[in-house]
């Protein structure tokens, strides 16, 4: 039965996430966004927090690890379901409740301790085995290199074999929480002659001598979480932390590491929502106190050309949303969701910079300003639109979704 | 109007009134009207075309509304059945019950079968041909949202399986579509909002095999019309009400029998039920832009009297302003369904347009445009689906609603005018549906009334 509403039992989730977010990230938002590099210390209680929280199961698998594809196991076998029924599970959970926390702050979301992208990645793609001996990590995510970006098929970072262990080499950039983390999911080539299907991913720790970090970047926005420069160099890996599969399957392709992007796209669509609805909320706060309302029965072109603008705002985050939850829904009942995982990246990252960018120009200097923090979220969603795949990558995935075509025929 | 007044500027041929004609130019403007000797013809014809068989294609054409049936008085004053709220499991969830699943299966083939062959003739006629109507009234459509108990098919409120249809249908074609729906979101108004008496007088003759053609007329000809401020007026005279003014967008106003009207009540927006054929009642043709298998008309109403009891719902302006909302998301539904129908139409046509050697669906800058098309679409759907849902569970849409019909009315624009753009020059004739669908998405936006779900 067709409803679109924040599933029921979530909601309790989402609104505890909102209280977090209200009361725990706005308060040092601004704080880390000028002192950026320092490590905001106030979250290691909140992660503790979290995790308490978790562990009384009321999150619903909730977090960056929350994507597993049949991660909802454990509450199968408490309570047989019937396999057509339909479910509303971690992914859910997940995009509701990181809307939420970035509605509170983006960059406060990214940093938060064993929530990282690279744990996204080991619920994605790690065995049975390897998640059970990851439990507790932080893991960030390392894939782009100074000469790879969105083609991430090219990388040049060599993984290779030497007795049970591999040895990487290479340089890794754009590393969110790179220092701060305690492992990072590296990806690394067993032969670049064998192209996509010889990209593996691997775990390597903090502590790891062969790791080094470089140094932090400064950034446009989300400046108070840490992104990294990292280099290997003979850097010794255990077998046993190459995650999911060593087999090089050339029929396969690609297919491993980048379904971690179905895991990851609707999370970062998810962070766009959150961050534009933070603007939207001010504004129309800020535009009532100015003397206008927004009037959703009259037509948009009666009231102000302000209000006008507003509801086109709002028109698209509400898109935007709706195609959030669906990725996430369809993950949660188990249907393949490449294509709507990248039509919600591509709709809520173009959304989250159009509706925090007009919402400044919206508010004038009040909202340009560092008094408020319209100027900072719109400096934060713009990176919301380019990691875990650019505008124009999901574009393109959506491209050869919809017409059929090969990486070959639509370059 | 004397000569010299057609002459003058303001909205005549386009030209704003800041327009001045010097002495050449009016000149030059009466020797053009001159050398029009068929619109001589036709201006001599006048008095015999009254006779003639009302023509939508022509516009300015006004007739006495149809001499429609008369409806057998029936019910009494108590309220009437109201179709039960929808009840949710709190679960989200993209999947359409059986019966709404059902329902679409049968009118998407309705659609493709008999819609989209017949869409471009009845573009051209500004008709709906009758074996097209008949086709959907055999389906149901006038009693979709009619409850059982007064013989129609649903069991419960059916805003969703409303926007359903209506989406399957408009993928066929939008202005057939319209034609089609028009009676049944009569029905529908007369079923959420009317008395006893009402519904017993007017649903029967819907439900039944011969559905009397019908239309919701709330739009106006005026620019930045609101139609929650309708210029149209209705007075209190003793026992009846007296209705001044025009409506525009009346679906088949020339065959319809009955019409919901919305008119302005002691300052307040009130729906009446107005039969055809009464006193000072006037159809005009109304070709429009696009939705043309519609066939659009204006309504004049000189002083119409309307008996006490035809005034729809409440006249506190709360059932007009939901059936204005209802009315709106339909619209955002065949939006949805006729930007479908764009995506499929583009995609199949760039895969197989060859340029420099290989499918222009090989070059990205084509490629992005259909990709964006498929976006922005299925955001389109999920906030009318939204909407629709809240709709049906009795929940305030107001919010929703309005996100849909902004986004449906930029977005659908888009989708239409990038949909004649992959096509180049082949898009600009009528060779090929897209240019008809781009003339039907700016209908999106601009209509209020019509239809409902």
Same mark, same amino acid.
């Given at each position: 039965?067709?409803?679109?509403?924040?599933?029921?039992?979530?909601?309790?989730?989402?609104?505890?996430?909102?209280?977090?977010?209200?009361?725990?990230?706005?308060?040092?938002?601004?704080?880390?966004?000028?002192?950026?590099?320092?490590?905001?210390?106030?979250?290691?209680?909140?992660?503790?927090?979290?995790?308490?929280?978790?562990?009384?199961?009321?999150?619903?698998?909730?977090?960056?690890?929350?994507?597993?594809?049949?991660?909802?196991?454990?509450?199968?076998?408490?309570?047989?379901?019937?396999?057509?029924?339909?479910?509303?599970?971690?992914?859910?959970?997940?995009?509701?409740?990181?809307?939420?926390?970035?509605?509170?702050?983006?960059?406060?979301?990214?940093?938060?301790?064993?929530?990282?992208?690279?744990?996204?990645?080991?619920?994605?793609?790690?065995?049975?085995?390897?998640?059970?001996?990851?439990?507790?990590?932080?893991?960030?995510?390392?894939?782009?290199?100074?000469?790879?970006?969105?083609?991430?098929?090219?990388?040049?970072?060599?993984?290779?074999?030497?007795?049970?262990?591999?040895?990487?080499?290479?340089?890794?950039?754009?590393?969110?929480?790179?220092?701060?983390?305690?492992?990072?999911?590296?990806?690394?080539?067993?032969?670049?002659?064998?192209?996509?299907?010889?990209?593996?991913?691997?775990?390597?720790?903090?502590?790891?001598?062969?790791?080094?970090?470089?140094?932090?970047?400064?950034?446009?926005?989300?400046?108070?979480?840490?992104?990294?420069?990292?280099?290997?160099?003979?850097?010794?890996?255990?077998?046993?932390?190459?995650?999911?599969?060593?087999?090089?399957?050339?029929?396969?392709?690609?297919?491993?590491?980048?379904?971690?992007?179905?895991?990851?796209?609707?999370?970062?669509?998810?962070?766009?929502?959150?961050?534009?609805?933070?603007?939207?909320?001010?504004?129309?706060?800020?535009?009532?106190?100015?003397?206008?309302?927004?009037?959703?029965?009259?037509?948009?072109?009666?009231?102000?050309?302000?209000?006008?603008?507003?509801?086109?705002?709002?028109?698209?985050?509400?898109?935007?949303?709706?195609?959030?939850?669906?990725?996430?829904?369809?993950?949660?009942?188990?249907?393949?969701?490449?294509?709507?995982?990248?039509?919600?990246?591509?709709?809520?990252?173009?959304?989250?910079?159009?509706?925090?960018?007009?919402?400044?120009?919206?508010?004038?200097?009040?909202?340009?300003?560092?008094?408020?923090?319209?100027?900072?979220?719109?400096?934060?969603?713009?990176?919301?639109?380019?990691?875990?795949?650019?505008?124009?990558?999901?574009?393109?995935?959506?491209?050869?979704?919809?017409?059929?075509?090969?990486?070959?025929?639509?370059? | 109007?004397?000569?010299?007044?057609?002459?003058?500027?303001?909205?005549?041929?386009?030209?704003?009134?800041?327009?001045?004609?010097?002495?050449?130019?009016?000149?030059?403007?009466?020797?053009?009207?001159?050398?029009?000797?068929?619109?001589?013809?036709?201006?001599?014809?006048?008095?015999?075309?009254?006779?003639?068989?009302?023509?939508?294609?022509?516009?300015?054409?006004?007739?006495?509304?149809?001499?429609?049936?008369?409806?057998?008085?029936?019910?009494?004053?108590?309220?009437?059945?109201?179709?039960?709220?929808?009840?949710?499991?709190?679960?989200?969830?993209?999947?359409?019950?059986?019966?709404?699943?059902?329902?679409?299966?049968?009118?998407?083939?309705?659609?493709?079968?008999?819609?989209?062959?017949?869409?471009?003739?009845?573009?051209?006629?500004?008709?709906?041909?009758?074996?097209?109507?008949?086709?959907?009234?055999?389906?149901?459509?006038?009693?979709? $949202? &009619?409850?059982? %108990?007064?013989?129609?098919?649903? =069991?419960?409120?059916?805003? *969703?399986? +409303? @926007? #359903?249809?209506?989406?399957?249908?408009?993928?066929?074609?939008?202005?057939?579509?319209?034609?089609?729906?028009?009676?049944?979101?009569?029905?529908?108004?007369?079923?959420?909002?009317?008395?006893?008496?009402?519904?017993?007088?007017?649903?029967?003759?819907?439900?039944?095999?011969?559905?009397?053609?019908?239309?919701?007329?709330?739009?106006?000809?005026?620019?930045?019309?609101?139609?929650?401020?309708?210029?149209?007026?209705?007075?209190?005279?003793?026992?009846?009400?007296?209705?001044? $003014? &025009?409506?525009? %967008?009346?679906?088949?106003?020339? =065959?319809?029998?009955?019409? *919901?009207? +919305? @008119? #302005?009540?002691?300052?307040?927006?009130?729906?009446?039920?107005?039969?055809?054929?009464?006193?000072?009642?006037?159809?005009?043709?109304?070709?429009?832009?696009?939705?043309?298998?519609?066939?659009?008309?204006?309504?004049?109403?000189?002083?119409?009297?309307?008996?006490?009891?035809?005034?729809?719902?409440?006249?506190?302006?709360?059932?007009?302003?939901?059936?204005?909302?209802?009315?709106?998301?339909?619209?955002?539904?065949?939006?949805?369904?006729?930007?479908?129908?764009?995506?499929?139409? &583009?995609?199949?046509?760039?895969?197989?347009?060859?340029?420099?050697?290989?499918?222009?669906?090989?070059?990205?800058?084509?490629?992005?445009?259909?990709?964006?098309?498929?976006?922005?679409?299925?955001?389109?759907?999920?906030?009318?689906?939204?909407?629709?849902?809240?709709?049906?569970?009795?929940?305030?849409?107001?919010?929703?609603?309005?996100?849909?019909?902004?986004?449906?009315?930029?977005?659908?624009?888009?989708?239409?005018?990038?949909?004649?753009?992959?096509?180049?020059?082949?898009?600009?004739?009528?060779?090929?549906?897209?240019?008809?669908?781009?003339?039907?998405?700016?209908?999106?936006? &601009?209509?209020?009334?019509?239809?409902?779900?």
């Amino acid at each position: 039965m067709i409803n679109l509403e924040t599933p029921r039992k979530q909601r309790a989730l989402i609104d505890q996430a909102h209280q977090l977010a209200m009361n725990m990230l706005r308060p040092i938002s601004r704080k880390y966004d000028r002192a950026e590099h320092e490590y905001p210390k106030e979250l290691d209680m909140l992660a503790a927090l979290i995790d308490g929280v978790s562990e009384t199961g009321a999150t619903g698998g909730a977090g960056a690890s929350g994507g597993r594809q049949g991660g909802a196991k454990a509450a199968e076998k408490k309570e047989p379901r019937d396999p057509d029924a339909v479910r509303n599970g971690a992914n859910l959970a997940s995009v509701l409740s990181i809307a939420e926390m970035c509605w509170g702050d983006t960059a406060l979301l990214l940093s938060m301790p064993r929530q990282g992208l690279g744990n996204a990645a080991i619920a994605a793609v790690a065995s049975e085995e390897q998640l059970a001996r990851y439990e507790g990590t932080w893991a960030a995510m390392a894939i782009t290199e100074p000469g790879t970006g969105s083609d991430s098929a090219n990388i040049t970072t060599t993984a290779t074999k030497d007795g049970d262990e591999y040895v990487l080499n290479g340089e890794k950039i754009f590393v969110t929480s790179g220092q701060r983390a305690d492992s990072v999911v590296v990806w690394a080539t067993l032969d670049k002659s064998l192209g996509r299907a010889a990209i593996k991913s691997f775990l390597v720790r903090r502590d790891n001598p062969g790791m080094k970090v470089e140094r932090l970047e400064h950034k446009l926005g989300i400046r108070a979480s840490d992104t990294a420069v990292i280099t290997f160099t003979d850097c010794r890996v255990p077998a046993e932390d190459l995650l999911g599969s060593p087999e090089v399957n050339t029929k396969a392709g690609f297919g491993g590491a980048m379904a971690t992007f179905d895991n990851t796209r609707p999370l970062v669509a998810a962070m766009a929502v959150g961050c534009a609805r933070a603007s939207l909320d001010l504004t129309r706060d800020l535009l009532e106190r100015a003397g206008i309302t927004i009037d959703y029965d009259r037509p948009a072109q009666v009231q102000s050309a302000a209000a006008a603008k507003f509801l086109q705002l709002e028109a698209d985050w509400e898109g935007a949303k709706l195609l959030m939850m669906q990725a996430a829904w369809m993950a949660d009942n188990r249907k393949p969701n490449s294509l709507e995982a990248s039509m919600a990246k591509a709709k809520a990252g173009r959304v989250g910079s159009d509706v925090t960018l007009s919402c400044v120009q919206l508010c004038g200097t009040l909202g340009y300003s560092e008094t408020e923090l319209l100027e900072k979220w719109s400096r934060d969603s713009k990176i919301l639109d380019i990691f875990e795949g650019t505008q124009q990558i999901q574009q393109l995935i959506v491209a050869r979704r919809v017409l059929g075509l090969s990486s070959a025929e639509l370059k | 109007m004397s000569f010299l007044n057609t002459l003058r500027p303001g909205g005549r041929h386009g030209l704003s009134s800041r327009e001045a004609r010097d002495p050449i130019g009016l000149a030059v403007a009466a020797v053009n009207r001159l050398a029009q000797s068929d619109f001589i013809d036709r201006v001599g014809l006048r008095k015999q075309a009254e006779q003639m068989v009302f023509s939508t294609t022509r516009s300015g054409f006004r007739v006495a509304t149809a001499a429609g049936r008369t409806f057998a008085r029936a019910g009494g004053r108590k309220a009437g059945e109201r179709p039960a709220s929808a009840t949710s499991t709190g679960l989200f969830d993209l999947t359409p019950t059986e019966d709404e699943q059902m329902l679409v299966d049968v009118v998407s083939e309705l659609a493709s079968e008999v819609l989209r062959p017949e869409a471009a003739g009845a573009n051209e006629e500004c008709a709906a041909p009758e074996a097209v109507l008949a086709a959907c009234q055999e389906v149901g459509l006038s009693g979709l $949202g &009619v409850p059982e %108990a007064l013989g129609g098919i649903m =069991e419960e409120r059916s805003a *969703v399986a +409303g @926007a #359903l249809v209506a989406e399957a249908l408009a993928r066929g074609d939008m202005g057939l579509a319209v034609a089609a729906l028009a009676p049944g979101s009569v029905a529908t108004a007369i079923a959420l909002w009317g008395t006893d008496a009402q519904q017993q007088t007017y649903l029967p003759s819907f439900t039944g095999s011969e559905a009397p053609a019908a239309a919701l007329a709330l739009a106006e000809p005026s620019v930045l019309f609101d139609v929650l401020q309708p210029a149209t007026t209705a007075l209190r005279d003793g026992q009846e009400f007296v209705l001044d $003014g &025009v409506k525009s %967008a009346v679906v088949r106003g020339a =065959e319809d029998e009955l019409f *919901v009207v +919305g @008119a #302005l009540l002691d300052g307040k927006p009130a729906l009446f039920l107005v039969e055809s054929g009464a006193e000072g009642l006037e159809v005009e043709a109304d070709p429009s832009m696009g939705v043309r298998a519609a066939a659009l008309t204006r309504l004049h109403l000189n002083g119409v009297r309307v008996p006490a009891e035809a005034l729809l719902g409440d006249p506190e302006g709360v059932a007009y302003a939901e059936c204005v909302r209802l009315s709106r998301l339909a619209w955002c539904a065949l939006a949805v369904g006729t930007a479908q129908a764009v995506l499929d139409y &583009v995609t199949t046509y760039v895969n197989e347009r060859v340029a420099f050697g290989e499918p222009i669906s090989h070059r990205q800058s084509v490629a992005f445009m259909v990709a964006d098309i498929a976006i922005e679409l299925q955001a389109m759907r999920l906030v009318t689906w939204k909407a629709a849902s809240r709709a049906a569970r009795g929940k305030d849409f107001g919010r929703e609603l309005a996100l849909a019909r902004q986004l449906c009315t930029e977005k659908g624009m888009k989708i239409g005018n990038d949909g004649v753009q992959l096509l180049g020059g082949h898009g600009f004739v009528k060779e090929h549906p897209v240019e008809r669908w781009y003339r039907d998405l700016r209908a999106i936006g &601009v209509m209020e009334g019509a239809v409902l779900v």
